[in-house]
C-alpha cells in the first residue's frame, strides 16, 4: 500500500491568502463603484530593467545561433553570474566570499525551503514569529515537529518578535540546532544591527549551531552602519549560510533568479560528532536535483552588475522605498506605531486591535487592501502589514483614503 507523508497532514491549511480574497471579493460585490488598491502584496509592479531587459534578449538570440546554442549549463549556475556575485556584492564591500561558495538557484523561496534536508530530522529548529511561512511549513513536512496546538508546532522553538523587543527576538532559552534569521525582515520590516547579530553568530558558535540567514530584502538597506550580509559579522563563514534573491531587487519575480552562499569553512556534524562541510551536501544536492536557471536569465541577471543595471536597481528599490517613507509617516502621523519602511519595503504597523478587525476597517472604509499580521503568526495579532510595491500614484491615494477614513 502507498503511504503518504503524513507530516503534510499536521500542516495548517494557510487560509490567509484566500481569505484575504474572500473579504475584498465580497466587498467588491456589495460596492461595485468603489475603487480597491491592494497594499497587501509583496509582488514588484515595475518593469524589469532595461540592461537585464537587453543582456536577456541577446542571450535569446544566441539560444537561436548553431554557433552560440547552449543545452544543460553548470548545475550551480555559470561562472559568469556567480564571479560577478562574488565580487560585487561581498568582495566588493571587503566580504570574503568566493564565486564557488555561490549556488545560483530559481529563487530564495526553493533555496530557503530545500536547505533543511541536508540536516537531520532530529534536530532542533528555531523559528521566528512572525515569519516568512517557508521556513516553518518546510520543517513541519520534513517531520521535524509534532502536531499544532495552540497556534504553536510542538518541538519548534519560537523566536518571538515583540513590541518590546522591537522584533528582534531574544537567544533561545533551549538549545537549538538550526536558526532562522531573517533582515530586513518579512513581514516586520525590522532590521538587525551588527552587534545584535554578532550575538547570533556567537550563539551559533558556541553551539554548534548553524544560521540560515534570509536577506532576499538586502538591496533595501539605506542605513550604511546595519549589515547586508551576515558575513559582515567576524566568525561567520563557520556558521552560516545566506539566502538572496534578484525577485525584489531588479523585479525577478516572474523570470526567477536567486542564489545563496555556503561558505566552504561551514560545517555540522555527522552523529559521531565528525565535522561535514555543508558546501559538499549542498553542492551533492544541487547536482542530484536541479539544473540550475535558464541562460537567458542569468545572463539577466549577470546585467544588474553592470553600470547601467546597477544605477536601474538603484532606481527600482528607491522608487518603492518612496512609497515606503510615504506609508510610513502617514501612518506615524495618524498616530500608529510602526516599524519598517526605512530600510525595507514592509511597514508593520500596530493597530493595538485584531488584525482582521484593522483589515476589515481600512476595506470598509477606504478601501485598501492590507496583510493582517495575524496571518504571519501568534505574535502577529494585533498588526498588519502594509507593503511598498505598488504604484506611488496608487500608494498617495491609498493614503488620502486611509488618512481620510481613520482621522
Ligand atoms: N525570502 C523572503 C523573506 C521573502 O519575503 C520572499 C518573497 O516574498 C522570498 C524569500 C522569495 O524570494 P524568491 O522570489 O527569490 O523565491
Redesign the pocket.
Known sequence: MIKINENYLKLQSSYLFANIARRVAAFQQAHADREIIKLGI??VTRPLPAACIAAFHRAVDEMADIATFRGYGPEQGYDFLREKIARHDFQARGIEISAEEVFV????????GNIQEIFATDITAAIPDPV?P?YLDTNVMAGRTGIFRDGRYEGVVYLEGTRENGFIPDLPQKKVDLIYL?YP???TGATITKSELKKWVDYARDNQAVILY?A??ESFIRDETLPKSIYEIEGAREVAIE?R????TAG??GI???YTVVPRSCEAYTVRGEKHSLHALWNRRHTTKFNSVSYPVQRAAEAVFSDDGKSQTKELTQYYMKNAALIRREMSALGFDCIGGENSPYIWVDGKTDSWEFFDRLLDKAGVVCTPGAGFGKCGMGYIRLSAFNNHENVQKAMTKIKAALK
Open positions: 509583496g509582488d538557484s530559481d529563487g530564495a523561496k526553493c533555496d530557503n516568512y517557508v531573517c525582515n518579512n513581514p534570509d532576499a530584502y539566502f534573491s534578484f525577485s525584489k525577478f519575480t526567477r533568479c536567486a
